[in-house]
């Protein structure tokens, strides 16, 4: 039979008084009863408080508490009787389990019932309300003591439900917030669904404010696969799309933010076709923020980065170089340009298009940023140099512009990353001869290549490190710098282990009897 919620208080007194006498009689795990006894004891003043307001029974904050309460009591008063054995028919393992149960709960009940006192929500009387600001005021009293016992997020997730437009915006808010800690994120994700739709809701229909917090907090999401397809597969594209033409200049860089990761998992750019989104993404890179800027570049690099040539003419026609352009000549800070030169990269598919690039000027604005103090600027730039490269035309003006010597230096660079980017450029460069006299002149130029094809450098393709040797092997002074620096030692250790292009270039080596000439290291 159902209990009336008034008579809980009674109840939990009830169960108290057994509890404390049966202690007394137990013959198993004494300390461990001993501390729970402690905590009980503190039990007879809290209740004594609660009964003292009037709400106490209709309060819903406080009917759970003592509900919750009652059933511990009554869980503990029966283990207890176990207890009075010296082997509890349970086993001591159960047993001890089921009391350190006890005591986590006691000591959140002690807790709930401490924040409940002090909160002051129950000298509120539920009963009559009163006036319109008045019951604000107590239910936000309620909320705030709410959370305090229940957990913000799971809390905070019920309150987009709330009909009341100002604490579903605080919500928001405040979910915003958790957003944007490591350590919470995964509070939201295990929300799933039921959040992503509420805070897909608010950028739909909130006002100005409430979109851009919802838009931090979906940002935070959008990185996983199940939470993007949730959000590109139900409207969520075109919602952001809207707030990228006429929201709010923060809103629209956050906006910007989560197309970049959607458009980043490539069954979703379907969607982005569909909703035209490439005009709406370069004017937003075109006229924005420099953070909104970024994040609509950022997006039409990842839309681009699939193998899909009528994307990337649709990208063209709507005039993406010349607002690549701008937005790489306007960059306040060197790491602005990765995203850039990423983009650059990814729209090279054809030869019209490298013939655009090449004309808008990027060739010079490659070379510099391949002398630029940033690792992944230089090595996203030594990418798009070797895609950009697949003709000799192009391999000559690059030559000629001054990508040699910057990638050469990137040689030695500490990152394997960039060491193999500027190596297979390199060795692409030098297919177009005149390219190989440049390469020549570079100070330690041979003598660094030779040290890459050492063994021991892990995750270094070492055919494009023998194909930079074999263009300049043939000119009688560079075999010898190649055989000077060690180069034989470290092949035949790659022909040992039968890595492509290492006999022959060993053999081109030793063709013309240097042996003799020079001491094998």
């Known amino acids: 039979m159902k209990q009336p919620e008034n008579h ?73 009787i176990l207890c009075e054995s010296p082997n509890p028919p349970i086993g001591k393992l159960h047993t001890q389990s089921n009391l350190d149960s006890i005591t986590t709960q006691l000591d959140q009940h002690i807790r709930d019932a401490d924040v409940l006192i002090k909160s002051g929500v129950l000298r509120e009387t539920h009963l009559c309300p009163g006036p319109p600001r008045e019951s604000e005021r107590i239910e936000a009293r309620n909320l705030i003591t709410r959370l305090q016992i229940e957990g913000a997020v799971p809390v905070i997730v019920k309150l987009l439900d709330s009909s009341c437009v100002e604490i579903k915006e605080k919500a ?22 039921l959040l992503l739709n509420h805070l897909l809701r608010v950028i739909e229909s909130g006002t100005g404010p409430a979109k851009e917090k919802a838009c931090i907090a ?33 809103s629209q860089a ?22 035209n989104a490439v005009p709406v993404l370069i004017g937003l890179a075109a006229s924005g923020t420099q953070m909104a800027q970024e994040n609509a570049i950022g997006c039409l690099s990842n839309l681009v980065s699939e193998e899909d040539e009528s994307l ?15 937005f790489w000549d306007g960059a306040s800070w060197t790491r602005n340009h990765e995203v850039a030169v990423a983009l650059l990269r990814n729209l090279v598919s054809g030869k019209s298009i490298v013939e655009l690039l090449i004309t808008a000027g990027f060739i010079p604005r490659l ?75 570079q100070e330690k ?39 000077a620096s060690g180069a ?14 290492a006999k022959r270039l060993l053999e081109n080596l030793c063709r013309g009897k240097l042996w003799g000439v020079f001491k094998r290291t």
């Open 445 to 483: 130029g041979i003598e660094t290549v030779v040290q890459l094809l050492d063994p021991s450098i892990q995750n270094l393709d070492k055919k494009h490190v023998m194909a930079i040797l074999l263009s300049v092997s043939y000119c009688k002074k560079c075999k010898k710098r190649i055989v």
């Open 254 to 275: 956050v906006a910007a933010g989560i197309l970049r990761n959607l458009a980043g998992f490539p069954d979703i750019i379907p969607n982005f076709v569909e909703e």
């Open 367 to 441: 070379v510099r940023v391949l002398n630029c103090g940033i690792s992944t600027v230089r090595t996203t730039a030594a990418r798009a140099v070797y895609e950009m490269a697949f003709t000799m035309k192009t391999r000559k003006k690059m030559g000629e512009a001054g990508c040699i010597p910057p990638l050469v230096r990137m040689f030695e660079a500490k990152v394997v990353e960039e060491k193999e980017a500027a190596v297979k450029a390199v060795s692409l460069l030098l297919s177009y001869i005149g390219n190989r006299k440049i390469f020549r002149k």
């Open 488 to 501: 034989c030692r470290y092949l035949e250790k790659l022909a040992e282990m039968e890595k492509e292009g």
């Open 172 to 193: 928001v808010s405040a979910i915003a917030r958790v957003s944007v800690l490591e350590s919470s994120k995964h509070v939201l994700v295990a929300e799933g669904i």
């Open 8 to 80: 809980y208080p009674q109840l939990c007194n009830q169960f108290y008084s057994s509890l404390i006498s049966e202690i007394s009689n137990v013959q198993t795990f004494k300390g461990k009863w001993s501390l729970i006894k402690s905590k009980l004891q503190q039990l007879p003043a809290l209740l004594s408080d609660l009964s003292d307001f009037p709400s106490l029974s209709s309060n819903p904050l406080s009917a759970d508490l003592l509900k919750a309460l009652s059933q511990t009591l009554s869980d503990a008063l029966s283990l207890a």
């Open 312 to 326: 990337k003419m649709m990208v063209v026609r709507e005039d993406c170089i010349e607002c690549l352009k701008n």
């Open 218 to 250: 979906l940002q935070a999401l959008s990185f996983s696969k199940d939470n993007a397809h949730a959000i590109g597969c139900r409207s969520g594209i075109s919602s952001l799309l809207e707030i990228c033409i006429a929201g709010t200049p923060g």
